[in-house]
């Protein structure tokens, strides 16, 4: 049985979600800068968080990446064409402070098996940045959708990497027809 658990991460109400299986072995979603409470909630559930998946690299969802891989040793995980927003010294300047954090694995389109005992199908979803990410659980009708989809509207294209023609392109691959969760979400 798969578990999930969505947080609002402050101050931006971000989005994260740890997901875990059985052996309670969990992924964790955009840790945005929410990194103490990602790790407060895997002790809380006695999980072992095994890796981070990011759905973009803008910089309140990936702050938290350091800190949680530093104290829990797991992977991390970006699309390949986000992972320059991972180098300090090659993304866009930010007021965010963002530690350095490097990717260990580097997502394509499609089935992800590496991560814990749980089946997540990546969806590249350009528009929002040029490797803007949705991860679909088939098993619990899940989407994590980043920033690419809100209640009624998608994603910003306002900011370093966004993409009208590209979201247009993204919204017709029908990830607006999947059951989301979403930062904007109520609970």
């Known amino acids: 049985m798969i578990r999930i658990s969505a947080s609002r991460v402050p101050p931006y109400d971000n989005g994260m979600f740890l997901v875990w299986d059985e052996r309670k072995d969990a992924i964790l979603i955009d840790p945005s800068m929410g990194e103490l409470i990602a790790l407060d909630l895997a002790k809380m559930h006695g999980l072992r968080i095994v890796e981070i998946l ?5 910089p309140d ?11 829990t040793r797991a992977r991390l995980a970006i699309h390949r064409l986000d992972e320059y927003r991972l180098d300090p010294t090659r993304r866009p300047p930010t007021q965010i402070p963002v530690p350095t954090a490097a990717a260990d694995d580097l997502i394509e389109e499609g089935p992800l098996r590496y ?4 089946d997540v199908v990546a969806m590249h979803t ?3 940045t040029e490797g803007s990410t949705c991860f679909y659980l088939a098993s619990e009708k899940a989407l994590f959708s980043g920033d690419v989809l809100f209640k009624g509207n998608v994603g910003r294209i306002d900011l370093p990497g966004g993409d009208a023609r590209a979201t247009r392109a993204s919204s017709a ?12 979400q109520e609970e």
């Open 54 to 58: 990011n759905t973009h690299g803008h």
């Open 61 to 71: 969802h990936i702050a938290g990446n350091a800190a949680v891989k530093e104290a």
């Open 115 to 118: 991560v814990a005992d749980i």
């Open 126 to 128: 350009p528009g929002h």
């Open 173 to 184: 691959k029908g990830t607006a027809r999947l059951p989301c969760l979403r930062a904007d």
